[in-house]
């Protein structure tokens, strides 16, 4: 009786499944549970690294979602400069499943936000999303005004989709601690006022995510019983860390905790799928060619890979890889990211 891995495929193994692959395009890596076409609806959400999902759907002129645009046309710049088509709506960065969980609900009147408004130097910024206005708004109203308009954004994006495509980027976060209200930073990172006797810091846990991702599935079928939903991990590492460790560690144990949680929740339900682009940029494989030299902001090269991958999956035809002649930034300028702005804020 021989071994019983003597029958397994190539993709079984490391030296035949990595080794011996070319980093950008390992065989096998992406088997898709279900088809996503061009003509597939698409809804994005998620952390810093979710915008280049975004950005190459639409790109492609896939039917990616984005029903929050401005009235008038800006330069594109300007446009991700204040949150415009880097998502399905202008939400910005979703770094937790707890934070999508809580603007479904919020959207639809069944949560509120404690401290929605929050206040620096005479302007106003909705805690929520607190990059999207770079100098805030004029008044508390004016906030609030704006989040009426983003939520009924929110609603008619959901309304939409097809397919809902979540990143997972964050296990850490920071709450209100009587009402649990999480947010996308610290208060006082961008505006606000940090206070411990009201705003702690939270570590997610696996079950916990699961749980969140559970009722974020729930609540989706709830609006379309056929929507599916294809989760991804951020390879971002965490800029800093709110527990007293090494930011390795806790980068470590985020990335860990989140890629089980994603792995987990989709070998539970047929209509969620996991692509692998976190997989595939943090591959030993790769070496730095994947990372900035930073080590936390991904390369175009890095994010051509991931997506190629994607579209060869999918069986489209314009899966364009990396051209290496091509130009390349040192840091990824284009990218908002409001998770970098606690070091530029210490800086």
Not at 166 to 172: I, N, P, S
Not at 194 to 205: C, E, I, K, L
Not at 305 to 323: I, K, R, T
């Amino acid at each position: 009786m021989g071994s019983p891995y003597d029958q397994l495929p190539d993709t079984a193994f490391w030296r035949t499944g990595v080794a011996e692959q070319a980093p950008d395009v390992i065989a096998g890596l992406y088997e898709p549970k279900f088809p996503i076409t061009p003509e597939t609806r698409i809804m994005t959400a998620g952390s810093c690294f979710a915008q280049h999902i975004h950005r190459n759907l639409a790109e492609r002129a896939w039917s990616v979602i984005d029903t929050e645009t401005p009235a008038k046309a800006l330069p594109a710049r300007v446009l991700r400069q204040f949150g415009y088509g880097l998502y399905s709506a202008r939400y910005g960065n979703i770094y937790t499943a707890r934070q999508l969980l809580q603007l479904i609900k919020e959207a639809y009147g069944e949560f509120s936000p404690a401290e929605p408004v929050w206040d620096r130097e005479g302007r106003f910024y909705d805690s929520q999303r607190p990059n999207i206005e770079p100098d805030g708004f004029a008044s508390g109203d004016q906030v609030i005004e704006a989040r009426t308009h983003h939520l009924a954004a929110v609603r008619q994006a959901l309304g939409e989709a097809d397919v809902f495509i979540f990143t997972l980027g964050l296990t850490e976060t920071w709450l209100h601690r009587a009402t649990g209200t999480v947010y996308p930073m610290a208060p006082g990172t961008l505006a606000g006022t940090y206070d411990p006797a009201h705003h702690g810091f939270y570590n997610f846990t696996l079950p916990e995510i699961m749980e969140d991702l559970d009722a974020i599935r729930e609540s989706l079928h709830a609006l379309n019983p056929d929507m599916k939903m294809l989760l991804t991990v951020s390879p971002v590492p965490l800029t800093a860390t709110g527990v007293e460790r090494h930011v390795l560690q806790s980068t470590t144990y985020s990335k860990s905790v989140l890629r089980a949680a994603a792995g987990g929740f989709c070998a539970g339900h047929a209509d969620v799928d996991y692509f692998p682009s976190f997989d595939l940029i943090t591959s030993p494989a790769a070496g730095d060619r994947f990372y900035a030299p930073n080590l936390r902001s991904v390369t175009e090269e890095g994010v051509s890979a991931a997506m190629s991958m994607f579209f060869v999956a999918q069986g489209a035809e314009d899966a364009v890889l990396f051209d290496q002649s091509a130009p390349q930034s040192d840091e990824d300028d284009d990218i908002i990211c409001e998770e970098a702005l606690i070091e530029a804020a210490r800086r």
